[in-house]
């Protein structure tokens, strides 16, 4: 019994999440991430509060509540979150397209764009990246390189090609903030995720196939190149006898 106990102490015995402020945070930063999937912004930031104060080094927690408030159209309440995200982590590429959505909302736009342009730097196929970068660049009347980034984003994602050709066909006079509402809505930037599943094991079969493949290849080159050498120094010996 002393044994046992010794040894859960010394790997560590479970957490009950009844009792872990961490899990606890963890638990409600989902449930903050499904209520803004519901559309329930208020929900949302609610859950969100609660796992920050619970653990204040939960920076995706901090980036919900950040959209969260974004969704309501509380463009400063959604950058001090976000200032938060990123004071946890720096490069967190979902918290930097939240403050640059935010700041675009506040025609912060010179701001937006240093923020679009760290994103690309970071991730050059980030969609929701370059739809901030042109509704920067849209707001600076730089409209060619906003249709550019708009291009590039529609090549990436699908889901933006009708806000492309909808931009292509906007009078110059128009505001091009008119182009943007409902984006975050509809396309709102997602947490990173690894990848699994079919897809990954697929890759993982590939790769071992491949791999096996080259293993087979460098064997039959150790037997044949020493086989082909012996039988060409057999010739030269035979012709050196005649």
């Given at each position: 019994?002393n044994?046992?106990?010794?040894?859960?102490f010394?790997?560590?015995?479970?957490?009950?999440?009844?009792?872990?402020p961490?899990?606890?945070s963890?638990?409600?930063?989902?449930a903050?991430?499904?209520?803004?999937?519901?559309?329930d912004?208020?929900?949302?930031?609610?859950?969100?509060?609660?796992?920050?104060?619970?653990?204040?080094?939960?920076?995706q927690?901090?980036?919900l509540?950040?959209?969260?408030?974004e969704?309501l159209?509380?463009?400063?309440?959604?950058?001090?979150?976000?200032?938060?995200?990123?004071?946890?982590e720096?490069?967190?590429?979902?918290a930097?397209?939240?403050?640059?959505?935010?700041?675009?909302?506040?025609r912060?736009?010179a701001?937006?764009?240093?923020d679009?342009?760290?994103?690309?730097?970071?991730?050059r196929?980030?969609?929701?990246?370059?739809i901030?970068?042109?509704?920067?660049?849209g707001?600076?009347g730089s409209?060619?390189?906003?249709?550019?980034?708009?291009r590039?984003?529609?090549?990436?994602?699908?889901?933006?090609?009708?806000?492309?050709?909808?931009?292509?066909?906007?009078?110059?006079s128009?505001d091009?903030?008119l182009l943007?509402?409902?984006?975050?809505?509809?396309?709102?930037?997602?947490?990173?995720?690894?990848?699994?599943?079919?897809a990954?094991?697929?890759?993982?079969?590939?790769?071992?196939?491949l791999?096996?493949?080259?293993l087979?290849?460098?064997?039959?080159?150790?037997?044949?190149?020493?086989?082909?050498?012996e039988?060409?120094q057999?010739?030269?010996?035979?012709?050196?006898?005649?």
């Amino acid at each position: 019994e002393n044994a046992a106990s010794s040894v859960g102490f010394a790997f560590g015995a479970p957490r009950d999440p009844g009792n872990d402020p961490v899990l606890q945070s963890a638990g409600l930063t989902r449930a903050a991430q499904k209520q803004l999937q519901l559309g329930d912004a208020q929900s949302a930031i609610a859950a969100a509060e609660k796992a920050t104060r619970l653990n204040p080094g939960n920076a995706q927690a901090f980036n919900l509540l950040a959209t969260a408030h974004e969704r309501l159209g509380n463009h400063k309440a959604a950058i001090a979150n976000a200032d938060e995200a990123l004071a946890l982590e720096e490069n967190s590429v979902p918290a930097l397209n939240t403050r640059a959505w935010a700041s675009n909302g506040l025609r912060r736009f010179a701001s937006a764009l240093v923020d679009s342009r760290r994103i690309l730097a970071l991730d050059r196929f980030n969609a929701f990246g370059f739809i901030n970068q042109a509704r920067a660049h849209g707001g600076l009347g730089s409209r060619s390189d906003m249709l550019e980034a708009l291009r590039q984003s529609a090549g990436l994602d699908p889901r933006f090609a009708d806000l492309h050709r909808r931009a292509l066909q906007l009078p110059e006079s128009a505001d091009t903030e008119l182009l943007f509402a409902g984006v975050l809505e509809s396309a709102a930037p997602a947490e990173p995720t690894p990848r699994s599943g079919r897809a990954g094991r697929a890759l993982r079969l590939i790769a071992l196939c491949l791999l096996g493949g080259a293993l087979i290849t460098i064997g039959l080159l150790q037997i044949l190149v020493p086989s082909f050498r012996e039988r060409k120094q057999k010739t030269l010996r035979g012709l050196r006898r005649r």
